[in-house]
């Protein structure tokens, strides 16, 4: 992890603090989210602050010319405080080759998936929040809900079929309507779905601010 951290800060291992740290705001501006949206740039930021915030801790309890310099390091020098399996399997996306270390990569693994949820649903209620507030929401809205109204009236047209020719008499006509059945039933599954759709891409469960 502690040549890792240079290596995205793009500084030489061993640099001392007041270059990474010029390095790191270099690299904030660079990949902020509110100045970047470019695919990968949040995922490049939050490395960033990894990276900084791992070497923070580093200088803080072992000078890195310590590490830079062949034979400086003495037994009187304090030892680097555990790095903590976050740190260590944050960025590793493939399983480790040591049995041994699998348990810890497979814990960091969940809750990497945990955050990233999170985050998503943050990202969609705030986008969703923001589309309520769009002059053409109502008319997307209700429009859908016209589509939806359409396509069950269609699928219940299907399915009335064979009882509309029963009820008046057709008894041969009324068998053969009988193959609309399943295309009504297919057309009603379809727009329950479809229901399912409008309610999670127009916000409607939703409060109209998030606290």
């Known amino acids: 992890m502690l040549a890792e951290s240079y290596r995205v800060l793009q500084v030489p291992?061993?640099?001392?603090?007041?270059?990474?740290?010029?390095?790191?705001?270099?690299?904030?501006?660079?990949?902020?989210?509110?100045?970047?949206?470019?695919?990968?740039?949040?995922e490049m930021f939050l490395r960033v602050q990894a990276a900084y915030e791992y070497l923070q801790r580093f200088h803080n309890v072992v000078p890195v010319t310590a590490y830079a310099t062949a034979g400086a390091a003495?037994?009187?020098?304090?030892?680097?405080?555990?790095?903590?399996?976050?740190?260590r399997y944050q960025y590793v996306y493939d399983p480790p080759a040591d049995?041994?270390?699998?348990?810890?990569?497979?814990?960091?693994?969940?809750?990497?998936?945990?955050?990233?949820?999170?985050?998503?649903?943050?990202?969609y209620i705030r986008a969703t929040l923001a589309m309520k507030k769009k002059w053409w929401y109502p008319v997307a809205r209700y429009?859908?809900?016209?589509?939806?109204?359409?396509?069950?009236?269609?699928?219940?047209?299907?399915?009335?079929?064979?009882i509309f020719f029963l009820l008046n008499g057709y008894f041969k006509p009324s068998l053969m309507g009988i193959i609309t059945v399943p295309m009504g039933l297919k057309i009603v599954?379809?727009?329950?779905?479809?229901?399912?759709?409008?309610?999670?891409?127009?916000?409607?469960?939703?409060?109209?601010?998030?606290?």
């Open 13 to 42: 291992f061993g640099t001392d603090m007041p270059q990474v740290r010029h390095a790191y705001r270099r690299l904030v501006l660079q990949y902020h989210p509110d100045r970047n949206r470019e695919a990968g740039a949040q």
């Open 99 to 123: 049995p041994k270390e699998y348990n810890a990569w497979a814990a960091v693994a969940r809750e990497r998936a945990r955050k990233q949820k999170e985050k998503d649903h943050a990202a």
């Open 143 to 162: 429009g859908s809900y016209g589509v939806l109204l359409f396509g069950v009236l269609v699928g219940a047209s299907f399915i009335s079929i064979p």
């Open 74 to 87: 003495s037994a009187s020098q304090p030892k680097p405080q555990p790095v903590s399996d976050w740190d």
């Open 189 to 211: 599954q379809v727009m329950l779905a479809f229901r399912v759709d409008i309610r999670k891409h127009f916000g409607e469960d939703l409060p109209e601010t998030v606290s």
